[in-house]
Structures are given as C-alpha cells and as structure tokens.
C-alpha cells in the first residue's frame, strides 16, 4: 500500500490568500485525521473524520479553517484567508476501523509558510 | 481532558548507550498507548503500541516500553542506542471510550541526539 498520501508536500503562500492541503487516506481505512504540528504547540489535533463525517472539529483554530472528506479516499483542509501565524507541518493520519482500528498512520504532511 | 507528559525535552548519548524515555498520562480509565518517532524531515513512523495484555511491549529496530499502571507511565526503553536512532519520539494516548472513532492526545516529544 502507498501510505496516506499528501499534496503538496510543501507550500510557500502570501498572506490573505486561500491555501488547500490534500490527503489520500489508506484505502480501506474509516477514520481520518489533520493534525498541525509547530514548535511552540506541538501535535495538535485539528480535526477527525469518520466514515466521512466530521466528528470533532473542536481543535480547528478559527473560522478560518475548514475541513472537508467528500468520499472515503480524499480530504482536504482549507484555510481562508491564511497568516503568518498558519505556518506549520500538517499533518493527515488514517485509521482502520477493526484489527488495529486504534493505529494511527501518517502521512509524510504539508510543510506550510505563510509570508 | 487527558494530558500526556513528557519530561525530557533533549536527550543526548553516545553510541551504544541505554535509553530510557519517560512518559506518562493522566487519565483513570482504559487507555492504548504509543510511541512514535520522526526523523528530521519525515513523518511520524509507529514505533509501538500497547492495547491488552502484557504490559512489556516489543517494537521496530530494538525499542521496547513498559506499561505501568500504577504510574500511570508507559516509558521507552533501548538497550543500546546507534545513531541513526536520532530523532524525535513522541509518546501518545488514546483513551478508550464508546464511539468508532478515538483521538490521540501527543505528548511534547523528545529529542534524542546520539553521537557517533
């Protein structure tokens, strides 16, 4: 298997513009995850899916961020209009829902710098 | 809410030295545990996992951790480190509740640096 998939893997953008990070999921997994990572912050968690559906987005910073899963195999995370502050890894991780339905695969994330 | 700890921000040994990274959690119910580490520019990578059964838990390239309870820890251990064991290790926790869905909380992370 290709792993969870992320596009791009980096990303330079001026502030105010629109920017939109993309995950492919492992096929067959249920549950899919954005995590931010910064050196001040840490792992954070942004937002999950299951079966498609936005379970938590309480971690989600502002209104600015927005999350999609539109079909089992593509998500995105958007964010409008980005600052300086955004700049982080993003970070996409799928799961499976039965075996090792609690493992957590990662994708290799967007490194996001925001000017 | 959950809260994961890990106290060492910087490790640093040299080759062939034992490793120890301490992590615990806070949280009084069931709980699976992880360990994950990135090597500098790459994703998180499983180190391992514990779910059930026996607390001493074996991973990829010689780690292993132990959990405890009582201590609520679940520390990682490696007899004898090498330097490609440079990287940063996060210890995570997902409580176990009803739903199909479970959140990992990460802790801080913790560099180890080995020198050749």
């Known amino acids: 298997d290709a792993g969870v998939i992320q596009s791009p893997r980096h990303e330079v953008t001026e502030m105010g513009q629109e920017v939109t990070l993309r995950c492919k999921p492992i096929?067959?997994?249920?549950?899919l995850f954005w995590y931010r990572q910064t050196m001040m912050r840490g792992l954070e968690l942004l937002i999950y899916?299951?079966?498609?559906?936005?379970?938590?987005d309480s971690g989600m910073p502002e209104d600015r961020f927005s999350a999609k899963m539109p079909n089992a195999s593509f998500s995105t995370l958007k964010i409008q209009p980005s600052e300086p502050r955004d700049s982080a890894v993003y970070f996409c991780?799928?799961?499976?829902?039965?075996?090792?339905?609690?493992?957590?695969?990662f994708g290799p994330g967007t490194r996001l710098t925001v000017l | 809410a959950q809260s994961v700890s890990q106290h060492n921000h910087h490790v640093i040994l040299s080759e062939a030295a034992s490793l120890e990274l301490g992590c615990n959690y806070s949280?009084?119910?069931?709980?699976?545990l992880f360990w994950y580490v990135q090597y500098p520019g790459q994703h998180l990578q499983l180190l391992l996992k514990?779910?059930?059964?026996?607390?001493l838990v074996k991973g990829i390239k010689g780690f292993e951790a132990e959990f405890i309870k009582s201590k609520f820890s679940f520390n990682l251990r490696k007899p004898s480190v090498q330097w490609s064991d440079t990287a940063e290790y996060f210890c995570?926790?997902?409580?176990?509740?009803?739903?199909?869905?479970?959140?990992?909380?990460f802790g801080s992370g913790t560099q180890l640096t080995v020198l050749p």
């Open positions: 899916f299951n079966n498609n559906v936005p379970i938590d």
């Open positions: 514990y779910f059930s059964g026996d607390p």
């Open positions: 096929s067959g997994h249920n549950s």
């Open positions: 995570a926790v997902m409580p176990i509740s009803s739903g199909s869905a479970r959140q990992l909380t």
């Open positions: 949280y009084g119910g069931t709980v699976n």
């Open positions: 991780a799928s799961s499976p829902t039965s075996g090792t339905g609690d493992t957590q695969y």
